[in-house]
């Protein structure tokens, strides 16, 4: 499966943006998809997950404020991110795993990545 992530930009803190991750060559319903984060001078950290049979899962500082989603029919995955915060600056990259759920929060077991969309909250 290839990824394609897109949606990021400048936006003021308090504001909403969406991230949209779609697949091509294969369904993503046959995977778990995640999203990660990689601000600068930081390391690759989770942010959400939403697994082929539609579990979701989320990092404790996104919670409330993120929705993940998926929309079969477009082959694509969505990430809603309201109530934006400067400390959610960052590349956003989404990443598909066919890894048991337990371990989708770690970003080694994922093996195929889309180029990361870069988030920027700031006034």
């Known amino acids: 499966v290839q990824l394609q992530a897109s949606g990021g930009g400048l936006v003021q803190p308090g504001n909403s943006l969406t991230l949209s991750c779609a697949a091509s060559?294969?369904?993503?319903?046959?995977?778990?998809i995640g999203w990660f984060r990689q601000a600068p001078g930081k390391e690759r950290e989770f942010v959400a997950a939403f697994g082929w049979s539609g579990n979701t899962k989320y990092t404790d500082p996104v919670k409330g404020r993120f929705t993940i989603s998926r929309d079969s029919a477009k082959n694509t995955v969505y990430l809603q991110m309201n109530s934006l915060k400067p400390e959610d600056t960052a590349a956003y990259y989404c990443a598909a795993t066919t890894v048991v759920w337990g371990r989708v929060t770690q970003a080694n077991d994922y093996r195929c990545w889309g180029q990361g969309t870069l988030v920027t909250v700031s006034s």
């Open positions: 060559g294969d369904s993503v319903r046959r995977y778990s």
